[in-house]
């Protein structure tokens, strides 16, 4: 009976294969059969963190900037999220300016990019009010942004689904 013998070529071939095997079943398989984690869950903010923190700054076309701050009862994420977020506001005050259930702050914070760099102002005494229809978390509708002279912004929400 005679021996085979394995050359280089054989063994770094049959490594090969027995490492991509590997790797492939980790990566594809393993890995995908996993319940696939939100990437941004919805939250509610707690009241009496720092109210000035800046989350984001964004900047539209012409140079003028908005600044995304925790905020408070009056401006910023908190205003916004116990404003109009049905997660949030449980007291459900005025049920035609919420967003839909489940409406993620990074879905927020796109929404007011996209109504801040793309929509039509309108100049007043102490804000900026920015409009535009857009979709947010799967629901159309006419968005309004306020920006106060400061550039912080105050607030972000659906208008009256009654208008759209």
């Known amino acids: 009976m005679q021996k085979k013998k394995f050359n280089f070529r054989q063994i770094f071939i049959l490594l090969l294969l027995i490492i991509s095997g590997y790797i492939f079943y980790n990566v594809a398989i393993k ?4 319940e696939e984690q939100p990437t941004n869950e919805v939250y509610c903010l707690e009241e009496g963190k720092n109210k000035d923190e800046i989350i984001e700054v964004f900047k539209n076309a012409e140079g003028k900037t908005a600044t995304l701050c925790v905020g408070d009862k009056k401006f910023g994420l908190y205003h916004i999220l116990y404003g109009h977020s049905v997660d949030c506001n449980t007291e459900n005050k005025d049920k035609d300016t919420l967003f839909p259930p489940k409406t993620t ?3 927020i914070t796109e929404g007011i990019k996209e109504v801040f760099t793309t929509g039509e102002l309108e100049l007043t005494n102490d804000k900026y009010i920015f409009t ?3 979709t947010l978390n799967g629901v159309k509708g006419m968005h309004l942004l306020v920006v106060g002279k400061n550039d912080k912004i105050v607030t972000f ?4 689904r009654q208008s759209d």
């Open 132 to 134: 535009k229809k857009i």
């Open 157 to 160: 929400y659906r208008k009256n």
């Open 31 to 34: 890995n995908n059969s996993q």
């Open 105 to 107: 702050i990074k879905q």
